[in-house]
T-cell receptor
Framework: NAGVTQTPKFRVLKTGQSMTLLCAQDMNHEYMYWYRQDPGMGLRLIHYSVGEGTTAKGEVPDGYNVSRLKKQNFLLGLESAAPSQTSVYFC????????????FGPGTRLTVT | QQQVKQSPQSLIVQKGGISIINCAYENTAFDYFPWYQQFPGKGPALLIAIRPDVSEKKEGRFTISFNKSAKQFSLHIMDSQPGDSATYFCAPFLNTGFQKLVFGTGTRLLVSP
């Protein structure tokens, strides 16, 4: 049972490049989330999904897109990276019922130059 | 983020001392009050949580105190250890519309040997 995994762990992009971050969970959780973490700002919700095939915007969705084609995977895309997207990105998942606990992945550190 | 105010931003405590971190919130729709712990290079993980129908919960050296009328809750770490050095986030759960955690800005705790 690996929990929540994220790929890649580190990435450096040039402004304007695109990339996809992959999140996978093996706990059969319905809800999945993408956050970004910046110094002094806590974790801010980018996008989330309440089930396979459904996604919705969080607090800071601009410049990002997501897809959830399979229940266990949640992808975060940057179509045209900007320096303001330099951050640490965390994926999390949660059961729909019975618990409020979110399980986080180890994070992806992204630098956009 | 403005819904939740966490203090202090950073804290240095000697080994064996008591660490206290505070969280104030405004939205009465929060109905679950967790603290998450994050070590460098890792994702946050649930440390301890309390429901609003109790005023205190203790798990080992960690205690949450909850004051519903003041809309505040705090984390107390008794007999603080160097291994407790981490960043701590309060993240009350918003139970209206899309249910989500709302993260405070974090407190970096350093326990000196």
């Amino acid at each position: 049972n690996a929990g929540v995994t994220q790929t890649p762990k580190f990435r450096v992009l040039k402004t304007g490049q695109s990339m996809t971050l992959l999140c996978a969970q093996d706990m059969n959780h319905e809800y999945m989330y993408w956050y970004r973490q910046d110094p002094g700002m806590g974790l801010r919700l980018i996008h989330y999904s309440v089930g396979e095939g459904t996604t919705a915007k969080g607090e800071v969705p601009d410049g990002y897109n997501v897809s959830r084609l399979k229940k266990q995977n949640f992808l975060l895309g940057l179509e045209s990276a900007a320096p303001s997207q330099t951050s640490v990105y965390f994926c999390a998942s949660r059961k729909r019922q019975g618990s409020y606990e979110q399980y986080f992945g180890p994070g992806t550190r992204l630098t956009v130059t | 983020q403005q819904q939740v105010k966490q203090s202090p931003q950073s804290l240095i405590v000697q080994k064996g001392g008591i660490s206290i971190i505070n969280c104030a919130y405004e939205n009465t729709a929060f109905d679950y009050f967790p603290w998450y712990q994050q070590f460098p290079g890792k994702g946050p993980a649930l440390l301890i949580a309390i429901r609003p129908d109790v005023s205190e919960k203790k798990e080992g050296r960690f205690t949450i105190s909850f004051n519903k009328s003041a809309k505040q809750f705090s984390l107390h770490i008794m007999d603080s250890q160097p291994g407790d050095s981490a960043t701590y986030f309060c993240a009350p759960f918003l139970n209206t519309g899309f249910q989500k955690l709302v993260f405070g800005t974090g407190t970096r705790l350093l326990v000196s040997p």
